[in-house]
Nanobody
Framework: QVQLVESGGGLVQPGGSLRLSCAASGTIFSLNDMGWFRQAPGKQRELVAAIRSAGSTNYAASVKGRFTISRDSARRTLYLQLNSLRPEDTAVYYC?????????WGQGTQVTVSS
């Protein structure tokens, strides 16, 4: 079983930065894909950024150039650096891990961008 715990969310002013973390525990295989999703009130959950087992990354067009996804060498901690934050980035951010054709989600961390 895998557990994912996100942290690092909070309230930040427009233009500010945050760093989200997702700590994975349990049986983690070397071949897995991880990603960050977000869900704003009244909207569907959407992909923000993803990183594959081989290290390739992809980003939503709305965050490209502002957000950076990364993970540690042990593949147990996933990060999302959020820069130049905008009010429209306000959402609950979720961590996702896929391995052995199983999908795991964290409980989410709230990011609020407001002056």
């Amino acid at each position: 079983q895998v557990q994912l715990v996100e942290s690092g969310g909070g309230l930040v002013q427009p233009g500010g930065s945050l760093r989200l973390s997702c700590a994975a525990s349990g049986t983690i295989f070397s071949l897995n894909d991880m990603g960050w999703f977000r869900q704003a009130p009244g909207k569907q959950r959407e992909l923000v950024a993803a990183i594959r087992s081989a290290g390739s990354t992809n980003y939503a067009a709305s965050v490209k150039g502002r957000f950076t996804i990364s993970r540690d060498s042990a593949r147990r901690t996933l990060y999302l650096q959020l820069n130049s934050l905008r009010p429209e980035d306000t959402a609950v951010y979720y961590c996702k891990l896929i391995q052995e054709r199983r999908t795991f989600w964290g409980q989410g961390t709230q990011v609020t961008v407001s002056s």
